[in-house]
């Protein structure tokens, strides 16, 4: 325990000494985009130019806008056993689903404003002897947003924090709950309840903290994160940590750059003992514990290319790779008692599994005629050597419509992660309509 608070008292202490020491007064008084401060997945569209008569539109000026976005998607699964002849048709399964998100923008006088998004879905599982029908709804965010003097700016309710340098895996946010689902990347995840501090210290430092106050019975179950960013000539920098009571600190820092023509992103994230529990089998019994006394580190490298082809930027190659401390290098899934075990008590997550994975994501805009872009993407378990490979084609019709249709396959062998429930393949039509 003080060793965790020294920890902190220090990183406050150094950010602090940081931010007093390397701008001059003047920087401080000059006037923040507040557009740029409040970055979140997604809200209304705001133009990038930062002059001051767009900052004074857009914190001076009341407006409310309404704005959404509907889904509508088909889905056919393919049973593995099915493509190798050894099950029936039957086996195969059909699911429908609408979705939808509707977002509320409201600004006032002095930069104060409020946002929230009410997630819609319905879903519907059809197969030749009977029909299911679910429909849920989900307030993903509804937060304030308020300012002192453009010096401190606040956000209080509940929030999606966009943290992280890398793509698909995100070691150092150490906030979200919801993952990015692989075959879903624009699927618009929900927040949590908290308040963030934003503190500006000219353009090229910020200071971020953001009391979690979800699932919180009594003030000793809120956790802090704090994050510092700054540049460092042609890169960004940040460092973070997190403080639970009676929880493992956990410490991190992540960076973006450019070298030899690719940009560079990494995460790392570490803790004394794990966060969450696992399962071990002690005395030929099956047990959960967190991993204790010594340290467990998780961490991601990115590497992304743009590729000029008859226009700029065309082609857009990404790679990564995910060191998972906190996985497994056996390999459980072909022993069903494990598995039952992991599964039982929420101890499985997809693509977090194992300890090490790594993805690809291939796309190329006006291809192969010029209304559509393409893409590959892949993923895999570097572990039982497992993955999913997705291609997709989409359609813009016009603004503010388009349809699009992708194809699944599931590779590996047996009783590994990616097909251990016997899936082989996907076909999806998706017609989507944003306004």
């Not at 995100?170 to 879903?184: A, G, H, I, R, S």
Request: net charge negative.
């Amino acid at each position: 325990m003080i060793f965790r608070v020294a920890a902190y008292i220090a990183f406050v202490f150094l950010i602090s000494a940081r931010m007093s020491a390397a701008q001059p007064l003047d920087i401080l008084e000059k006037d923040i985009d507040e557009s740029s401060l409040f970055d979140t997945e997604i809200i209304v569209d705001v133009p990038d130019d930062s002059s001051d008569d767009l900052i004074n539109i857009y914190t001076e000026k009341k407006s409310v806008n309404f704005t959404g976005q509907f889904r509508f998607d088909s889905l056919y699964l393919i049973n593995r056993g099915w493509l190798q002849g050894k099950k029936r048709w039957g086996s195969n399964r059909i699911y429908n689903y609408t979705d939808g998100d509707l977002f509320l923008d409201v600004r006032l006088k002095k930069g104060i404003k409020a946002f929230f998004d009410i997630g819609i879905i319905n879903t519907s599982s059809s197969i030749s002897t009977s029909n299911t029908m679910t429909s849920a709804v989900d307030i993903k965010e509804l937060f304030v947003d308020f300012n002192i003097d453009r010096k401190a700016y606040f956000r209080a309710g509940k929030q999606f924090l966009k943290w992280g340098r890398t793509y698909f895996w995100n070691p150092t946010d150490f906030v979200n709950v919801e993952k990015q689902n692989f075959l879903d990347m624009k699927y618009i995840r929900s927040g949590i309840y908290g308040v963030r501090a934003h503190f500006p210290v000219g353009m090229e430092q910020n200071l971020y903290m953001f009391l979690n106050t979800s699932n919180a019975d009594d003030i000793d179950q809120f956790s802090i994160v704090t994050r510092f960013e700054f540049l460092a000539g042609r890169s960004e920098i940040g460092i973070i940590m997190w403080n639970k009571y009676k929880e493992n600190s956990v410490f991190g820092a992540d960076f973006s750059t450019n070298f030899m023509g690719l940009d560079l992103n990494g995460e790392l994230a570490f803790s004394y003992g794990s966060i969450k529990e696992r399962m071990i089998e002690k005395n030929n019994q099956l047990t959960k514990e967190k991993i204790s006394g010594k340290w467990v580190p998780r961490a991601t490298i990115g590497l992304s290319k743009t590729l000029n082809w008859e226009r700029a930027d065309r082609i857009s190659l990404y790679y990564e790779l995910f060191y998972n401390g906190e996985g497994y290098k056996q390999k459980y899934f072909g022993d069903n008692l494990k598995i039952d075990y992991l599964m039982q008590n929420n101890l499985y997550e997809m693509n977090y599994y194992a300890i090490l994975y790594h993805s690809f994501f291939l796309s190329v805009n006006e291809f192969p005629f010029h209304s559509t872009d393409f893409k590959i993407n892949s993923i895999q378990n570097l572990i039982d050597y497992s993955g999913i490979l997705f291609t997709g084609l989409t359609y813009k019709v016009t603004e503010g419509f388009m349809v699009s249709t992708d194809l699944v396959l599931y590779f590996g062998d047996d009783n590994t992660e990616y097909l251990y429930d016997d899936s082989g393949a996907q076909l999806r039509m998706l017609a989507m309509i944003y306004f």
